[in-house]
């Protein structure tokens, strides 16, 4: 690669838009906030413009922003393939009267959180100097196993030019290579121009013994697996000094950190992580600064200032940590942190005030989205890329000035107020929600990407 093109490397963090249905339905099991808030009214509408005020409003402190659509739901689709026959209304009667908890399932606007969508692989690191992506398998639960066929239609509509981008079938969708996308994959380097090591977090090992002092969760099921992680490294073609495998502290997937990035975030040379986010923190830390370019900046958070509890009801962890053209970063933190004193002081008197690049803190309301246990970083997926790279994407998916008022004035024609779990087996929901998504892929030029458009 060219110097002029290292220079203009620039990670973009894509959106997920939520969707017309999103609701709170309890489905993740190990999440706290959506088995706390499932039963509650959502406001779709409310949610959908809290996510987009975010990537506005990143947008103009001059971050490149990118949005991704939403998937198609209610999945009648997955339905039938249960065994539910009729009209659509009919299907969705049937559904609600004899296996609610399948109606909810398939209503759910979790593709939302785009960390969860895929890993990538920066085109700087891999051997063939293009992008890779690999949706998620997402097996661990049933509403978001229904997500990565259309997540892969839009990564493909989206990344398409194959000079600069290859694709990769999701891993199995069975428990030994459970996936979870970039949520438990973190790339670090010096400049996002500069190589970079990909730190990959597990919850569980599925084949062969388990090592030595490795431990499992007991309470709540760990959701990816080291034999996944390897293999999504396997396919981008990264070498053993460029990953580092780590395990996710049990005691902290027991707590309700269900994805590493409820627990750390990385960003260039700075890895800001909660004491008790990995079973071998030394370990992680020394195999990182053997293989780093650049020298790791570790900001260690400890158990005395952030309690578990405090850690996942703020979602502290769960910010953007995001690089300023003079080398300090930007950490935007959810609304919650300041709702709890310890959380906020730690910001203010630890992160702030301490010898790191974290010189401001931007704090973001997406409430909507953090009662189903999805916070700042939940909702965007990282993807690092040349200004060639972003010249080749398909569809109109950076954001502007021009593309956020379509999307604000879309959401306002399309969108509900209110959802409540009986109003999801109401025909007229799946109909509204169709014909929006109809209109957002026309608006975002990606063309066919859902079921229903694919006939
Ligand atoms: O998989 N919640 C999602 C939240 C995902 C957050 N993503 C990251 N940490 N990157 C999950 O647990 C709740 C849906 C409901 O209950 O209605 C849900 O799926």
Redesign the pocket.
């Known amino acids: 690669m060219s110097a002029a093109d290292l220079s203009s490397v620039r990670e973009v963090n894509f959106d997920g838009l939520v969707g017309p249905t999103h609701?709170?339905?309890?489905?993740?099991v190990g999440?706290v906030a959506?088995m706390n808030h499932?039963g509650l009214v959502s406001n779709p509408k409310e949610g959908a413009l809290q996510g987009l005020l975010k990537m506005k409003s990143l947008m103009d402190a001059g971050y490149a922003q990118g949005v991704l659509p939403p998937q198609q739901r209610p999945d009648i689709g997955a339905l039938r393939d249960l065994g539910f026959s009729g009209s659509n209304g009919e299907v969705l009667a049937r559904a609600s009267k004899e296996a609610p908890q399948l109606l909810?399932a398939v209503c759910?606007a979790?593709s939302m959180?785009t960390?969860?969508a895929g890993t990538i692989t920066p085109s700087i690191d891999a051997p063939d100097s293009r992008g890779h992506f690999t949706p998620a398998n997402l097996q661990s639960?049933f509403?978001?196993y229904l997500e990565p066929q259309t997540t892969g239609r839009v990564l493909k509509a989206i990344f398409r030019d194959e000079q600069h981008f290859c694709h990769h079938p999701v891993l199995p969708a069975t428990p030994a290579f459970s996936d979870e996308g970039a949520?438990n994959h973190t790339r670090l380097c010096g400049e996002h121009g500069e190589p970079g090591v990909h730190l990959f977090v597990y919850g569980r090992q599925a084949f062969g013994d388990v090592r030595s002092g490795e431990r499992e969760p007991k309470r709540y099921p760990a959701r990816q697996t080291l034999e996944a992680s390897q293999a999504v490294a396997r396919q981008h073609g990264l070498t053993e000094a460029q990953t580092v495998f780590s395990q996710q502290h049990p005691d902290a997937i027991d707590a309700g950190v269900?994805?590493n990035?409820?627990i750390a975030v990385g960003n260039g040379p700075v890895l800001l992580y909660h004491e008790m986010a990995f079973l071998d923190e030394e370990g992680t830390l020394d195999e990182l600064r053997t293989k780093m370019a650049s020298p790791l900046i570790p900001v260690r958070v400890p158990l005395e200032a952030v309690s578990m509890e405090d850690a996942v009801a703020s979602y502290l962890f769960?910010s953007q940590l995001l690089s300023n053209p003079d080398g300090t970063m930007t950490l935007v933190v959810p609304g919650e942190c300041q709702e709890r004193e310890a959380v906020w002081r730690t910001i203010q008197d630890y992160l702030l005030a301490g010898n790191n690049p974290i010189s401001e803190v931007v704090v973001k309301d997406v409430k909507q989205s953090m009662r189903?246990?999805?916070g700042p970083?939940?909702l965007r997926l990282r993807v690092v890329l040349t200004e060639a790279e972003r010249a080749a994407l398909s569809g109109r998916v950076l954001l502007t000035n021009a593309l956020y008022t379509d999307l604000t004035a879309w959401v306002e024609r399309h969108y509900r107020v209110r959802l409540a779990p009986d109003d999801l087996a109401d025909p007229q929901l799946a109909e509204e929600s169709l014909a929006a998504l109809d209109e957002l892929t026309q608006l975002l030029k990606i063309g066919p990407v859902y079921p229903f458009q694919l006939g």
Do not use: E, K, M, T
């Open positions: 609701n709170y339905s309890g489905l993740a999440n959506s499932g909810r759910s979790s959180w960390a969860n639960s509403h978001r949520a269900f994805h990035d409820v769960n189903n246990g999805g970083a939940c």
